[in-house]
């Protein structure tokens, strides 16, 4: 098992300090990473497990910086919406989904390297509560829609410390929801649980790397990052989405 510990080791270790420094990203780079070395139903509870590990470490180190009614409106709207997306994935074709996703996140990415600015102006936790909402829903079915409330962060001021603080202090719930459902379905194991912690705990030396790298961006440099992710992972669902 150690040939296949190691390289779950280093690939946590990179793609979560790479999730530090851009707000998100770090599981769309682990995914086609993870399957190099695991079997594909292993990776969804494999990674939920390595997940809850970092939003966990990311809320302790950034636990100054949380926003905290950001993060009170953000946690009702992922509880519900994560509920909403685990009905609707037993009953819905998600093809169409997964390209309206993917498209709209190239879309706000483009947008920003293209020069413009986020319109969202004068916003209340009720705004991060609705898209919390959504973003839970769609996340649940079709993989990656995690990013969709970055533009909303950015749009807000809430950068860097604040932002990575905030979001892992949200999602660390509906992490948890996951793992529930992964161990009522059989699927943590006592291996799975072993490979996701060896994930886990390359991606908490990549949180703790992730934090110096993340200090010394500048608020510009760290927005040009988030953007480059949201693109990112707008072009691995179109892809996912395109090759089922």
Known sequence: MAATLIPLFVAGLLCWFLSSIAAGGGAVLFLPMARLVLEPQDVPPAIAVASIIS????????????????????????LAGTLLGALLLKNLQADWL????????????????????????????LHFAGMSFVTASLSTVVGVAGPLMNPLYVG???????????????????????LVAFAGLGLLGP?????????????LLGN????????????????HYVY?????????????????
């Open 55 to 78: 939003s966990a470490h990311r809320s302790f180190l950034y636990r100054r910086n949380v926003v905290l009614r950001i993060w009170a409106a953000n946690v009702p709207g992922l």
């Open 191 to 203: 291996e799975i649980l072993i490979l996701g912690s060896v994930i886990g705990v390359g991606a």
């Open 98 to 125: 997964g390209y309206l996703v993917g498209g709209f996140l190239v879309f706000l990415a483009l947008r920003h390297f293209a020069g413009g600015e986020p319109r969202f102006r004068n916003l209340t936790p």
């Open 208 to 223: 703790w790397l992730g934090r110096y790298a993340l200090a010394s961006l500048t608020s510009a440099r760290f927005t």
């Open 156 to 178: 807000g001021g809430i950068l860097k410390e604040a932002m990575i603080g905030t979001k892992a202090a949200s999602t660390i719930f509906m992490q948890a929801g996951k």
């Open 228 to 244: 480059a992710a949201l693109l990112l992972s707008g072009l691995a669902t179109l892809v996912r989405t395109a090759t089922g």
